[in-house]
Nanobody, 124 residues
Framework: QVQLVESGGGLVQAGGSLSLSCAASGRTFSSNAMGWFRRAPGKEREFVAALSWSGSHTLYADSVKGRFTISRDNAKNTVYLQMNSLKVEDTAVYYC?????????????????WGQGTQVTVSS
């Protein structure tokens, strides 16, 4: 079983940037697609971004396209989410997730294991 630990969350002003990291343990990481999801206060968890095992295929939610970038370093067993031009509505708990599949998905059931989440708060 792969375990995930997110880091990098915090408080930032609107227009600022944050970089999230997700460190994975387990030998299957490099062959797993990975994704980021978030849950804002009072809302359901939603898809943010995902990428294939090689990083060559990426998917983004329309709300973050052009502002967020997902990437991975298989040598370090880590996936990243660079968040720029942050908005107040990006405030949420951000979760890293992985699936035992080469290709990314956008739905929660697509993913097999999850991290505990990291809080991102964007102030106005």
């Amino acid at each position: 079983q792969v375990q995930l630990v997110e880091s990098g969350g915090g408080l930032v002003q609107a227009g600022g940037s944050l970089s999230l990291s997700c460190a994975a343990s387990g030998r299957t990481f490099s062959s797993n697609a990975m994704g980021w999801f978030r849950r804002a206060p009072g809302k359901e968890r939603e898809f943010v971004a995902a990428l294939s095992w090689s990083g060559s295929h990426t998917l983004y939610a329309d709300s973050v396209k052009g502002r967020f970038t997902i990437s991975r370093d298989n040598a370090k067993n880590t996936v990243y989410l660079q968040m720029n031009s942050l908005k107040v509505e990006d405030t949420a708990v951000y979760y890293c997730a992985g699936r035992y599949n080469l290709d990314p998905g956008t739905s929660i059931p697509n993913y097999d294991y999850w991290g505990q989440g990291t809080q991102v708060t964007v102030s106005s």
